[in-house]
């Protein structure tokens, strides 16, 4: 009986332990609840920031290089876009460049129209007019390479250009706000 008696309380010391074991290493109730308010806080943020990543920018600022000018030598400057809250089918755009050759400014207003939207990739037409050694105008095409680069080829009716043929390259970086 002895032996039976320390059997038992062998056994019984045995499963004491892997219960102990057992409900030391199982979660809490009130930690799984902080587990799964994390979740549901961390699939709220992602779904906000989603929802932000599609909406689209109400203003991009950013650097133009152009052949702007008599010499089609690089020529740099700023650009503003701001949308005209038309769907963001139509934009505004201000643009600044500095001429090297002519040692001006040239400055245009211009409207920026994307006839097939945004998605999947904004292809535009555009018009301005503004003032480079005298009242000028411009007619441009192009496309936005990424969110934050784009190409365009304008006409202006400034002497240079590609062959002399007024026709300017321009391409440049943009952040968006």
């Known amino acids: 009986m002895n032996v039976r008696f320390k059997n038992y309380r062998i056994a019984v010391l045995v499963v004491t332990i892997l219960f102990t074991a057992t409900l030391l290493s199982s979660p809490s109730a009130s930690a ?5 308010q994390e979740r549901v806080d961390l699939f709220l ?9 599609r909406t689209p920018p109400k203003m991009k600022v950013g650097m133009v290089l152009s052949t702007l000018g008599e010499d089609a030598e690089i020529s ?4 503003v ?13 201000t643009e600044t460049t500095y001429l090297k050759s002519e040692q001006t400014i040239a400055g245009f207003l211009s409207l920026k129209v994307l006839p097939f939207g945004s998605d999947p990739v904004a292809v535009y037409l555009g018009a301005g007019a503004g003032y480079a050694n005298g009242l000028r105008y411009q007619a441009f095409a192009g496309v936005d390479i990424t969110k934050n ?7 202006v009716n400034l002497p240079g250009g590609l062959g002399n043929g007024r ?3 321009a391409t440049g970086f943009q952040f968006i706000f």
């Open 45 to 53: 943020a992602s779904r906000t920031m989603l929802l932000e990543e």
């Open 76 to 79: 740099m400057g700023v650009r």
């Open 81 to 93: 876009e701001h949308d005209l809250g038309v769907e963001e089918y139509l934009k505004l755009i």
């Open 149 to 155: 680069m784009f190409a365009e080829i304008r006409y």
């Open 32 to 36: 799984l609840e902080v587990a799964s």
């Open 167 to 169: 026709l300017h390259l």
